[in-house]
């Protein structure tokens, strides 16, 4: 079992910057890939960056140059650093860990970008 806690969420304003963070705890040691997701009311979830154990990772054409993610030594907490934050960045942000065939979640955090 991996739990997962995002926070880093809030209120910013167009062109602001925000940095979630996301940590993970129970069976890290079996994670390999770890993934930020985004979601909009009435829409799917959308792969925003992800980044695998041996530190390999993709961002979204949609935010590369603006965001990115990465991980701390200890390898239990993931960030998305996001920058140039534009309006229709705003969506509830949802950390992703997977091991093996077991895909965990966490509970989401609030981004809100609007003047």
């Known amino acids: 079992q991996v739990h997962l806690v995002e926070s880093g969420g809030g209120l910013v304003q167009p062109g602001g910057s925000l940095r979630l963070s996301c940590v993970a705890s129970?069976?890290?040691?079996?994670?390999?890939?770890m993934v930020w997701f985004r979601q909009t009311p009435g829409n799917q979830r959308e792969m925003v960056a992800r980044?695998?154990?041996?530190?390999?990772?993709n961002m979204a054409d949609s935010v590369v140059g603006r965001f990115r993610i990465s991980r701390d030594n200890a390898g239990n907490t993931i960030y998305l650093q996001m920058n140039s934050l534009k309006p229709e960045d705003t969506a509830v942000y949802y950390c992703?860990?997977?091991?093996?065939?077991?895909?965990?979640w966490g509970q989401g955090t609030q981004v809100t970008v609007s003047s």
């Open positions: 992703n860990a997977n091991s093996g065939p077991d895909s965990y």
């Open positions: 129970g069976s890290i040691s079996a994670i390999n890939i």
């Open positions: 980044i695998a154990r041996d530190g390999g990772a």
